[in-house]
Structures are given as structure tokens and as C-alpha cells.
């Protein structure tokens, strides 16, 4: 019988006591659970160690972390127990599963037989050899260095949060990261999971909690994240990825930092932007498109990168109005030393609504790298369209429209991909430009730059490097002369 208050709970471990929890002990919410845990883990000297956890599991948080034990032996498994009443989880002492015999790290793999004697001290004396010439070569070389160049600075306490993207922390801190990190709410879900709030060394940052048949779209948004020379100001701040569980539940975790602004999609719902707002908003965003499609070569090159699913939800807003774009499950690659597009075996498509024609008619090359960035370039062109609509330029008597979605007025509210192409392709729709944007800048530019963007012909779109180019002029000038 579930109770109808919340319950007091034994608090254990800095991953599971919330902000302010005093006296080792935590609340929940009606409905909500005790929980331990115990997990196989690494300790400072590399041994494994097992480490209890004990804390509060919200209500919501129940499909989040299955309350069951594991029956399959891991690496590092961990086992969760669950009760509801005031400290039961004192009592829980969860057990991992026995390995069976003759097993190793990997279930059934044999160890190997114990080498000779001899073996072992002719190994142990290559590796004292090679220990002591790297120590004196080490020496000789910082002796050489001593007074040619002042001494460094020391080292950060602890690593920063990065405001751009990359290749980001090394995979090991990463996944210590990803056990550091206290959740603190839900905000947001999507077709391919779930959105938190969490802390992480006091800082707050997002974490993307994937659905277990999404593992495709987190390993692909892992993998461009870790893209050398990925950052950029306007593209998402990757801080960690880790993927952990049992037999019995799965973790795929993507943290990153977090814009209390949220999407482009909301923050336009509520707010009306100044030519000024709208400038910097749109020129932002054009830049970090314009630095995914980037190829820059070199030893350490960056690949060109197509979105593939560019629109207001994965846009995020920062607090100095800028966007940063975000959600790369998508996304592919272009190999230009095989000249080859790198496409990730997703069985994901991108939004209809936001679809090219020429995806939509099903006409475009997939292996023609540059069909994928100008059908991002048609999606950037709607996004314009959405931020437009939400500006009052001209005057302050000039009243901002509504937002609205792209063909909100042309197709249902969750569009087939027949209601999509009958109105894109067939028809040759697009979003109405309203009169107002031809009478004011930089209305006027923009609305020309979303038409050619909108073009049915791929080719005659323009570029973001374009785009970005166009509003260069407007970034420079002081906001009373964009009002």
C-alpha cells in the first residue's frame, strides 16, 4: 500500500542527499521511496571497493532508477533496493550477484594459467629498466628547462565548467563526473528522453537522460560533442557523457550546461523581442551553424557537420540572449579524406515539420554532403520565421504577432509526413510573410534571407557563412538605430 505522505529516509552518500539534507537523513514526496544502493568502484589507489549509497527516490523518479537487483554479473554493477516507510532503507543492505567459477571480467572467459617464475622475474626487471631510464630522461629534461621559462601557474582546484563544446574532459573524469551529479528536477521530455536539473559541484548543469531504445542517438550525440575543435559559443557546452547499468536498468547519460532560459521554442511563447534581441539571436545562431558546417583541415582537423533536425526546441536561449544549438542524435559527418558522408545508423528521422522538400519528396542525395547542409539552411529559414513573428520593429505601436509554429495555419498540429509534403512539396507553400517585415530593418533583410533560404531549389539557398555575413552589419550598429 503505497502511502499518501512523504517519508523520511536514511541519507547516505553525496550522490544522494539533496541540498540542505541535515542529520543524514532525507524527505520525499508522497508516493515516493527509500532507496540503497551498492556499486563495485574505483578508489584512489585503482582498487575496486564497494560503496553504499543510501536517499530519497521521488515518485517521478521510479522508471529513472528501476528499484530491482540485478541477476547478470558486470564489471561494475550496482544493485538497487527500495522501501516505503520512515528509514526502512537502514535495514537494506543490497548484495551483488556471486561471479560463477572460472569467471573473469568478461562472463565466460577463463583466466589465463599463472606464468613461470622466470617469466615474472625477467618482466618485473624490463619494467624496473624502462621505470628508472623514464625517470632520469624526465629529470635531465626539467633540469634543462629550470630557468628558461618562469615556473607554471598552479593547476585549477578543480576542473571548470567549459561554455563552449568539444572534446571536452578526459573519458575517466567523465564518468566520475557522471557519478558525481545529484538530479534535482525534471524539466523537460522528449521522443528520445528526459531532461534534468542537476548539480554538480555546486554548478548547475543539464542532464540528458536517454530511453534505453535510444542508445543509437546518444552514442552519435556523444560522438559529435567529442568532435576536436567542436567549440563554439553557440553550439551546447558538452561536460560529460557516461552509460552504466545492470541487468536491469540502463543509464545513458549526456550532461551539459544548462540555460535557465530554456528552448527557443518557449522563451519565444512569452517574450517580445526588440530589433536588437532579434539580431543577436539570429546572427548567433547563424554562427554556430556556420561553425558546424565548417571543414577545417589540418592534423587535428574539425569535419563538416550537418545538423539534421535544426528547429526552435533544439535551440537553446542563454542568459545574454544569444542561442546555442543543441541536439546532435542526428547528426552526420563528412570524411573528406575518404569523401564520404558519415551517417549514423539511427532509426530516427528528423521533425516533419521542419523538413526540406526535398526530404519530404524523398529526392535527397545521401551521399552528397551538401544536400544535408542546405536542408538545414530550409529548417533555419523557419526558425526565422518563428523569431520574426515575435519582434515589434517599426515603432512601439508596432504590435509583435503571436508566436506561431511554421504552417501552423497549413497543416494539423502534428503533421503526417503526407500533410507535409501536400503543402510543401505539392502545393509549394510557405509560411506567410506579413507586410509589416518589408516597412522595417531588420525585418526586411531577415525576410529576404528566409525566403532564399526556403528555396525549392537546394543550391539556391544561401549558406549560414552567408547569413551570418548579412547580419554581421547589424551586430555592429548601437540597438537605437535597430529600433
Known amino acids: 500500500m503505497r502511502l499518501s505522505r512523504g517519508i523520511v529516509c536514511e541519507c547516505a552518500g553525496a550522490s544522494a542527499c539533496p541540498d540542505g539534507a541535515a542529520n543524514g537523513t532525507c524527505a520525499t514526496q508522497p508516493g515516493g521511496y527509500c532507496f540503497a544502493t551498492v556499486e563495485e568502484v574505483l578508489d584512489d589507489n585503482g582498487l575496486v571497493v564497494l560503496e553504499r549509497t543510501a536517499g530519497c527516490l521521488p515518485p517521478d523518479e521510479s522508471g529513472f532508477m528501476q528499484c530491482k537487483s540485478s541477476q547478470v554479473p558486470h564489471l561494475h554493477p550496482k544493485v538497487i533496493k527500495c522501501c516505503e516507510s520512515d528509514l526502512c532503507n537502514r535495514r537494506l543492505q543490497p548484495r551483488l550477484p556471486a561471479p560463477p567459477a572460472d569467471v573473469t571480467e568478461s562472463p565466460g572467459v577463463r583466466p589465463p594459467p599463472p606464468p613461470a617464475p622466470a617469466a615474472l622475474v625477467a618482466a618485473a626487471l624490463c619494467v624496473a629498466l624502462v621505470a628508472f631510464l623514464a625517470a632520469a630522461w624526465l629529470l635531465c629534461r626539467r633540469r634543462r628547462r629550470a630557468g628558461k621559462r618562469p615556473p607554471s601557474p598552479p593547476a585549477p582546484a578543480r576542473p571548470e565548467i567549459s561554455s563552449g563544446s568539444g572534446s571536452g574532459l578526459p573519458l575517466l573524469v567523465q564518468r566520475t563526473v557522471a557519478k558525481q551529479i545529484q538530479m534535482v528536477e525534471s524539466i523537460g ?120 533536425d535544426i528547429k526552435s526546441k533544439n535551440i537553446l536561449v542563454k542568459r545574454n540572449g544569444q542561442c546555442a544549438i543543441a541536439d546532435f542524435g542526428l547528426a552526420v559527418r563528412y570524411v573528406a579524406e575518404r569523401n564520404e558522408v558519415d551517417i549514423a545508423p539511427n532509426t530516427r528521422v528528423g521533425t516533419r515539420r521542419y523538413m526540406a522538400p526535398e526530404v519530404l519528396d524523398e529526392r535527397l542525395d545521401v551521399t552528397n554532403f551538401e544536400a544535408f547542409k542546405m536542408a538545414d539552411m530550409y529548417s533555419f529559414g523557419l526558425v526565422l520565421w518563428e523569431m520574426c513573428r515575435r519582434c515589434a520593429a517599426g515603432g512601439r505601436a508596432v504590435a509583435a504577432e503571436a508566436y506561431a509554429l511554421p504552417y501552423h495555419d497549413r497543416v494539423p498540429p502534428d503533421p503526417s509526413f503526407e500533410d507535409m509534403h501536400a503543402a510543401v512539396v505539392a502545393r509549394g507553400e510557405r509560411p506567410a510573410v506579413p507586410a509589416r517585415w518589408r516597412a522595417a530593418e531588420p525585418l526586411a533583410t531577415l525576410a529576404g534571407a528566409m525566403a532564399e533560404c526556403w528555396h525549392a531549389n537546394p543550391p539556391v539557398r544561401l549558406t549560414a557563412l552567408r547569413v551570418k555575413k548579412t547580419l554581421a552589419r547589424y551586430t555592429a550598429e548601437p540597438p537605437a538605430k535597430l529600433v
Open 189 to 308: 521530455k522528449g521522443r528520445y528522453g528526459e531532461v534534468w536539473l542537476a548539480r554538480w559541484r555546486g554548478e548547475r548543469v543539464a542532464v540528458k537522460v536517454f530511453f534505453t531504445t535510444e542508445e543509437a542517438s546518444w552514442f552519435r550525440e556523444t560522438e559529435i560533442y567529442q568532435t576536436v575543435l567542436m567549440r563554439h559559443e553557440n553550439i551546447l557546452g558538452f561536460i560529460a557523457a557516461d552509460i552504466k547499468g545492470t541487468g536491469s536498468w540502463t543509464q545513458m547519460l549526456l550532461i551539459t550546461d544548462y540555460h535557465e532560459n530554456g528552448s527557443l521554442h518557449d522563451y519565444l511563447q512569452t517574450v517580445v523581442l526588440d530589433s536588437h534581441g532579434l539580431v543577436a539571436m539570429a546572427y548567433s545562431i547563424a554562427s554556430g551553424l556556420a561553425h558546424l558546417h565548417m571543414d577545417i583541415f589540418g592534423t587535428k582537423g574539425k569535419p563538416a557537420i550537418a545538423h539534421r
